[in-house]
């Protein structure tokens, strides 16, 4: 067997042209300094930031509560707020986002919903873009990419919208940056069965997510050339390890192959696909520096994954089981999104912070905001801590997760970008797991967490006309058209999304 | 049955059909630990969760993504690098590399190493490939250190990121059925490997391989009677029975917990190794093995010399049902499930299918109200509306004869913070009668004679690494007849099936 050894840019050829990301430089802008030179425009990012609970409790009506034992009303307790407009009151869960001065850099979508049969419980019978009246699966399909779910799985029957924005606004050989904050399921009873995805290619093609902040780390930024000469060598001699050590792979696909039966060709394939895939992507040209670009320090190695769950209400939930320190982690993954996007190494990211049905421990993340819940995340909604239930922790668990979202904003917004900055060229959406609305498997308990009624959605930066800084209240839009708005914000051109039709235009001003 | 593989499997009554597995986290550590010595458990750190159903290994569940190459590169140079630290790369380089280009010594690492984690031994054209890796070790690059290790550490990332080492490829020979393939002697010594011990075959297993010695039944049965003597078949056979009784991880303080593993696998170790029995006595056995912490906890007096095996006497305990693992898994946050429990009763114990509420049904609100604050009273209510009744008096009956052990195994006579609420302990075990307690309970499912069939049903399960066609229950009848006539010794069983002809045959799987 002959090996030869190519080039980078002989492969390059061979592979078709791979396209290069390049962060936005000074000296490529134009005079106005809000394109590049040649009239190309900025870079429009998108992302979007998931949280696996509901906005409310259940049997707690909105801004109802009951902590350490003790009840309250609290008008301001809700995400949303009584006033619409700008200007308005910044909620409980929105305390992160005024902390750092962004109450005017996003808008709150209320009111939002799916639609479902009230009448029958019939796969057949789920309206257009609906929800099948099963919570938790029923409802994932539809918030994600706004096609109909016809039975309780956790999928979707058609693209997610990060994978439709990567399919037109890719600058290199990374689509959308899929990653996850939440390591692991945490329960033994069950496995994540689809609740871990968020991305999906197509109809029940999921898109895993990488849950190691060092993996995407290296991934992102190895391709980087130092500037240092020995620190240079040594970069290149890995570099044409790494290709050599998956070529020897890539070359075996024939003759595998060959030798296996047809369902084992197309498992295969698959693998050796992907494998494809990440030569490409070493292949490509290097990024490079410069400007605000800079690749970030090494996070290092991950976090360790915490034990199991010790369960709802048990004085050992205090302990750290069900944890494995998700708000470290998703600041890591928001840092790696950042610069990926100054860098322009990819314009898509989805931050699943809690997966669907989220078990993680809440204790600790409450603990630290001053509401201790003995509860993991989706019984918190469910009232698993006796003392403290309803909205309070409800929405600290979610101002645990706005505070994320907040980070990434953040960072955005102080990234310098021509004559703006980064955030003014991206549609960030926050996206929680469910409303607060009516019960969607019986159709009649109000004030339920398993709901897709009375969702929300949040729509940060300026791309494409986006105005932020507004509570826009929807009559029972499809949360699909939020995500159509934010799609075109950053060159969508059609005005569909799976079975939704035309975008929310009040969230252009 | 419970069955759970779509479409139809022809032959399944000679063959179960097969695919490309991929090794499952447990297995890749347990690989590169035997095989390369790294004791680190890599693939837990960085591959994303096996989905378990209730076995890590369903096949059915496994996706290439971008994220699982990125994973099992960082993994692959992760291993390589702890591999070939100079304190311990004697393991695996056994020879003394005269330099950098000493062709001899890195061929031979490459054929060793290859044939150990390919399972089979590298063709020449093969190694001629992995060869050309030697010139990282050669190349004339002052800046770059890099010596002779530095290319068998390619050599170890490229194979630990193959397919080949990835995949347990079945592929076989036509025999004159048609559609049934048998086994070469190299992928009989990986099925015979991973599914006794977790783990890669041994080098004496290739020997045997090549030898072409595996095809024998006789043979075959006298190497899985070595590998059941080896501490990691022990371990296999805790592992399966965590995933199947579902107490795999579970809540709890560290020392409870460690209790409770003491206490299961000691059972376990007893009855299926240590002084074989019927395997049926783990669930009637009438002693437990725990320490003063487990003694105080199930109020059973505190062993003499801290650790010991002590007598149930007449609690009303006996078996693993007693155990806290077991009760711990299936429960609510805080508190038992019945419903939970008798779901655990009738799918794993018993085989029989539980459909999921419909979905008109709130399910995350408790049974329904009632003036009682008693919990039991509220289950009643609860089955007392018909559309619930119909199926939770096939389950909740079952959980509320073991109500009165809570979650951490505790017995108690009333609800937890209920003085009121007394709990008798008396449930039914639908089609088979009353019981009051793990131990009556236990002895009702051996008296079933379902709790045998549905064991060896979940052992087929596991080996083939998927749920059973419906085909295949001729397959398990038949296992279960030899468990049956072997007095319900699981190493007989065990060895009979990997003597069987059937264990060395596949069909194609039509799904993927």
């Known amino acids: 067997m002959k090996k030869v050894r190519l080039s980078r840019r002989t492969l390059l050829k061979g592979l078709g042209g791979v396209a290069v990301g390049l962060p936005v430089l000074e000296c490529m802008l134009d005079r106005n300094g809000e394109a590049l030179a040649q009239s190309v425009p900025l870079p429009k990012r998108y992302a979007i930031v998931f949280a696996g609970q509901a906005i409310g409790g259940d049997d707690w009506a909105d801004n109802t509560s009951i902590v350490a034992g003790k009840r309250s009303t609290d008008t301001a307790a809700f995400i949303v707020p009584p006033e619409t407009g700008s200007g308005y009151t910044a909620t409980l869960p929105l305390k992160p986002l005024a902390d750092l001065n962004l109450m005017g850099d996003f808008s709150l979508v209320s009111g939002l919903r799916i639609p479902f049969s009230a009448s029958s419980v019939d796969a057949s019978a789920v309206p257009a873009a609906g929800a099948f009246r099963d919570f938790h699966g029923g409802g994932a399909g539809p918030l994600l990419c706004g096609t109909r779910s016809q039975s309780s799985s956790f999928t979707c029957r058609s693209a997610t919208s990060d994978q439709i924005v990567a399919g037109f606004n890719k600058p290199g050989s990374i689509g959308a940056l899929v990653v996850r904050a939440q390591p692991a399921w945490y329960l033994s009873g069950s496995s994540f069965s689809g609740r871990q995805y968020i991305s999906y290619k197509g109809d029940a093609a999921p898109i895993e997510a990488q849950v190691s902040p060092s993996i995407v780390y290296h991934s992102l930024f190895d391709g980087f050339t130092p500037t240092d000469a020995s620190a240079r060598a040594q970069h290149d001699f890995d570099l044409r390890a790494r290709q050599s050590v998956l070529s020897l792979i890539t070359d075996k696909r024939t003759r595998v192959l060959g030798t296996v039966g047809a369902t084992d060709r197309t498992r295969l394939e698959r693998h050796f696909d992907e494998i494809r895939d990440l030569e490409l992507r070493i292949a490509a040209l290097p990024p490079v520096t410069g400007g605000q670009c800079q690749p970030p320090a090494d996070p290092g190695p991950d976090l360790p994954v915490g034990g199991n769950n010790a369960g709802s209400g048990s004085d050992t939930i205090a302990t750290n089981t069900g944890y494995s320190d998700e708000g470290t982690r998703a600041r890591l993954m928001a840092d790696l999104i950042h610069m990926a996007f100054v860098c322009d190494i990819t314009r898509v990211a989805t931050l699943q912070i809690t997966v669907f049905q989220s078990h993680m421990n809440v204790y600790p993340i409450s603990s630290a905001l001053g509401v201790p819940i003995r509860a993991d995340l989706h019984e918190c909604g469910h009232n698993g801590d006796a003392m403290t239930r309803g909205q309070i922790p409800v929405s600290t668990c979610l101002q645990w997760h706005i505070s994320h979202y907040a980070y990434l904003l953040n960072k955005l917004k102080n990234t310098q970008e021509g004559a703006g900055n980064v955030l003014d060229n991206s549609a960030i959406i926050f996206m929680p797991e469910a409303g607060h609305g009516q019960q969607l498997n019986d159709a009649m308990s109000a004030n339920a967490t398993h709901s897709v009624e009375k969702m929300v959605l949040l729509v940060a930066g300026r791309a494409g006309g986006l105005k932020p800084g507004r509570h826009i209240a929807s009559a029972q839009a499809h949360p699909g058209q939020v995500l159509i708005s934010a799609m075109q914000a950053v060159g969508y051109t059609k005005n569909t999304f799976g079975e939704v039709t035309g975008p929310l235009p009040d969230l252009f001003g | ?512």
């Open chain 2, 1 to 512: 049955m419970i069955t759970g593989a779509g479409g139809s499997a022809p032959r399944a009554d000679t063959a179960s059909a097969s695919v490309a597995r991929r090794l499952s986290r447990t297995e890749i550590d347990a690989t590169v630990r035997d095989l390369l010595g790294d004791t680190t458990n890599p693939a837990g750190r960085f591959l994303a969760e096996d989905e378990f159903t209730p076995f890590d290994n369903d096949y059915t569940r496994q996706n290439p993504s971008a994220a699982l190459i990125d994973s099992l590169e960082a993994t692959a140079g992760d291993i390589a690098a702890r591999v070939l630290a100079p304190a311990t790369r004697s393991r695996i380089v056994t020879c003394t590399p005269t330099g950098p280009g000493d062709a001899a010594c890195f061929r031979q690492v490459i054929e060793t190493v290859g044939r150990r984690l390919f399972r089979r031994p590298l063709s020449e054209d093969e190694i001629t490939a992995y060869l050309t890796l030697q010139s990282f070790a050669t190349e004339n690059n002052p800046t770059v250190p890099h010596d002779f290790y530095t290319a068998v550490g390619l050599v170890l990332r490229s194979m630990l990121q193959d397919p080949e080492f990835l995949y347990r490829l079945e592929i076989g020979a036509p025999t004159s059925q048609p559609g049934v393939l048998r086994l070469n002697s190299y992928e009989i010594a990986t099925r015979l490997s991973y599914f006794l011990v977790g783990s890669a075959p041994d080098d004496r297993l290739l020997d045997m391989a090549k030898a072409d010695a595996l095809a024998d039944p006789t043979a075959r049965r006298a190497e899985a009677t070595r590998l059941l003597a080896d501490p990691r078949a022990h371990d296999q056979v805790h592992r399966f029975h965590a995933m199947w009784l579902g107490y795999r991880a579970i809540p709890g303080s560290t020392d409870l917990l460690a209790a409770f593993n003491t206490e299961t696998t000691a059972l376990i170790d007893k009855i299926v190794f240590d002084q074989p029995a019927s395997y049926l006595t783990l669930f009637s056995s009438d002693q437990t093995y725990v320490n003063a912490l487990l003694a105080a906890q199930y109020g059973l007096p505190a062993p003499a010399g801290g650790a010991g095996w002590v007598s149930y006497g007449t609690t009303g305990r006996a078996g693993i049902l007693s155990h806290g693992a077991v009760l711990a898994a299936f429960s609510k946050f805080s508190d038992t499930s019945p419903t939970q429990r008798g779901i655990f009763v009738q799918t794993r114990l018993l085989c029989n299918v539980v459909n999921p509420p419909p979905a008109n049904v709130n399910v995350d609100q408790p049974p329904p109200a009632t003036t009682s604050m008693c919990k039991l009273d509220r289950y009643a209510a609860h089955r007392s509306v018909a559309s619930c009744g119909a199926c939770h008096n096939n389950l909740d009956p079952i959980g509320i004869g073991l109500e009165q052990y809570d979650i951490g195994g505790k017995f108690r006579t009333s609800d937890d913070g209920h003085p009121e609420c007394p709990l008798d302990g008396n449930g039914t075990l639908p089609g088979y009668g009353t019981f009051n307690g793990p131990a009556e309970l236990g002895q009702k499912l051996i008296d079933s004679g379902k709790l045998e069939h549905c064991f060896v049903e979940h052992l087929l399960r596991y080996a083939v690494g998927r749920a059973l066609y419906p085909e295949e229950q001729g397959a398990v009848d038949t296992l279960a007849g030899g468990f049956k006539a072997s007095n319900y010794s699981l190493t007989d069983t065990l060895l009979d099936y990997v003597a069987s002809d059937r264990f060395a045959l596949r069909t194609e799987d039509a799904a993927p």
